[in-house]
């Protein structure tokens, strides 16, 4: 009897080949593991991503992880915020330095600290055409919240963050167009404005996303 492998996972259901292929490339499935049906392709993904659980950790354990790192963060935030502090005494009783070099130096503090005070961490995804980098922002947040496709899919700067609902703000490029807030944010809604070519009149030079995901929580 042949081997069936085990059950199709809610993180593997696609409801296109497009999105499996882009996934298979993604994970580095070898294209001889898979025939050209959903099931097979289906099947090698959920071997696959067993594999990298066995050998890697859950998606949870690398949840762990980066909130670990995160408060880590946190901690050499104070550390500088508690440099600057002392620093800035040392400087009311040195002759040292002129008041110029003080006063660009406690300028440039002011503008480390207000860095310092912001909560919100920015993660860059970039990378060459057709990478992969919306397929793996969907794998980590474990929702179809980009399209994915073999061509060049995301044309604009897609900004996604925690929210209470899910929401999407559309910014136009053409001065004076007002932004479009949309409550429906499937993919598949998002598609039209994210594939718009730049010299579309309606090009999008951002969209907002905010969903209520728990990894986005914590960033």
Known sequence: MAQQGPPRTGLTHKTSITDLVKDLELLRVDTKDYGESMDSMGRALDLRIEELKTNNGTLLEGYNKIVKDLKQTHKQRHALKDCYSKIKKVLSNTQGISLQEEADFRNRAEKCNKDLKNKKFTVLVAGETSAGKSSLINLLLNEQVLPTGLLENTRTICEISYGAKQEAVIHFAREGTPSLILGNIKSDTLKQYIEKP??????????????PNSLLKVI
């Open 198 to 211: 730049t010299s579309h009149r309606d090009w999008c030079k951002k969209i907002e996303i905010k969903i």
